[in-house]
C-alpha cells in the first residue's frame, strides 16, 4: 500500500482537492496509515503526470484557486488491479514497543512513567476513534465500519494489556 494508491481509492469515490485528502487521512485514516501535505502534493503532480487523475483549478473568490482533483480510466483501472492484489505484509514501526523490549535495562521508574503515558495515549485515541465511529452515517459500507472496528479492538488490547502491566508494578 502506498499513498498513491490510497489517494486513488479516494478519488475513485468523488473528486477532492488536496486539502480535502489531507482531511480524510486525518479523520479516517490516522490509526493506521499517515501521510502530510508533503507527500499528498508531490504524489498527486505525479499522478497527473502518469494520467492517473485530471486536476481542474477553480477560481474562488479573495483566496487562491482551487485545485480538485478527479480519477480517470486509467486511474480507477490501476486502482482497481491494486484492491485485487494481496494485501502486502503489514510492518508495526512503533517506538513504544522497542522502548517496551529493551525496557528491562531502564529504570523501572522511568518505564512506569513511559508506560502512563502510552496508556492515555491509546485512551485517547480509542476514545477519538470511538467518536468518529458513532458519527458514521448510513451511507458508511461495511468494509469502512469494519476498518474502525478493528482500529477500536486494536486500542483496547493495547489499553487491557498496558493497565495489566501497570498493575503487576504497583502503579
Request: net charge negative.
Amino acid at each position: 500500500m502506498n499513498t498513491q494508491d490510497v489517494i486513488l481509492g479516494l478519488l475513485c469515490k468523488e473528486p477532492r482537492s488536496g486539502y480535502d485528502i489531507k482531511q480524510h487521512f486525518e479523520q479516517y485514516f490516522s490509526f493506521f496509515f499517515d501521510a502530510s501535505y508533503g507527500t499528498i502534493y508531490p504524489t498527486l503532480t505525479k499522478m497527473e503526470g502518469l494520467e492517473l487523475i485530471t486536476k481542474e483549478s477553480i477560481r474562488q473568490e479573495g483566496k487562491p484557486d482551487k485545485n480538485v482533483y478527479t480519477v480517470t480510466e486509467k486511474g480507477k483501472e490501476h486502482f482497481r488491479e491494486y484492491l485485487e492484489r494481496a494485501a502486502e505484509p503489514e510492518l508495526l514501526r512503533s517506538d513504544f514497543l522497542m522502548h517496551l523490549y529493551f525496557g528491562d535495562m531502564a529504570d523501572p521508574e522511568a518505564m512506569n512513567g513511559i508506560i502512563r503515558r502510552a496508556l492515555e495515549e491509546k485512551k485517547r485515541m480509542y476514545d477519538d476513534l470511538e467518536d468518529k465511529y458513532r458519527k458514521l452515517d448510513s451511507v458508511t459500507g461495511p468494509y469502512q465500519k469494519l476498518c474502525m472496528e478493528l482500529g477500536l479492538v486494536q486500542y483496547k488490547a493495547f489499553i487491557v494489556k498496558l493497565e495489566e502491566m501497570l498493575g503487576k508494578s504497583g502503579d
